[in-house]
């Protein structure tokens, strides 16, 4: 039998993900202007990267907001937050990764909470 997990929490935080990976990966530069202006222009494939795999992570999760998805989805965002630790002391990519690691660990916290809410 399925769990049948809170959908409204799901559907607000993938949404909110999926919105975030859609307007970095359409506005880099608009959106390192706004939060990390130090950031190398010719590194803005690295933020279409990110915003892709966002969109794509939080769109599955809308498809299907299973436990399993869940937290396959936190453990991405963790692997992603970890990936971030080599540059948070980095003059150019310092708060670049420190925002994005942030946005991660929240993300992958909230996906975990509510997969682990509906686990038998």
């Not at 599955?60 to 436990?67: F, I, K, Q, S, Y």
């Not at 936190?74 to 980095?90: E, K, N, Q, T, V």
């Given at each position: 039998?399925?769990?049948?997990?809170?959908?409204?929490?799901?559907?607000?935080?993938?949404?909110?993900?999926?919105?975030l990976?859609?307007?970095?990966?359409?506005?880099?530069?608009?959106?390192?202007?706004?939060?990390?202006?130090?950031?190398?222009?010719?590194?803005?494939?690295?933020?279409?990267?990110?915003?892709?795999?966002?969109?794509?992570?939080?769109a599955?999760?809308?498809?299907?907001?299973?436990?399993a998805?869940?937290?396959?989805?936190?453990?991405?965002?963790?692997?992603?937050?970890?990936?971030?630790?080599?540059?948070?002391?980095?003059?150019?990519?310092?708060?670049?990764?420190?925002?994005?690691?942030?946005?991660?660990l929240?993300?992958?916290?909230?996906?975990?909470?509510?997969?682990?809410?509906?686990?038998?």
């Open positions: 039998m399925r769990h049948q997990l809170p959908r409204t929490p799901i559907r607000v935080l993938a949404a909110a993900g999926a919105t990976g859609l307007v970095v990966l359409a506005r880099p530069q608009q959106v390192l202007d706004a939060v990390a202006p130090a950031f190398p222009p010719e590194r803005h494939w690295l933020l279409r990267a990110l915003g892709a795999r966002m969109l794509g992570q939080h599955a999760v809308l498809a299907r907001p299973e436990p998805v869940l937290a396959a989805a936190a453990g991405i965002d963790l692997l992603h937050a970890a990936s971030m630790l080599p540059f948070l002391g980095s003059a150019r990519y310092g708060r670049a990764a420190r925002i994005s690691a942030a946005v991660a929240g993300s992958a916290v909230a996906e975990w909470v509510l997969a682990g809410s509906q686990r038998p």
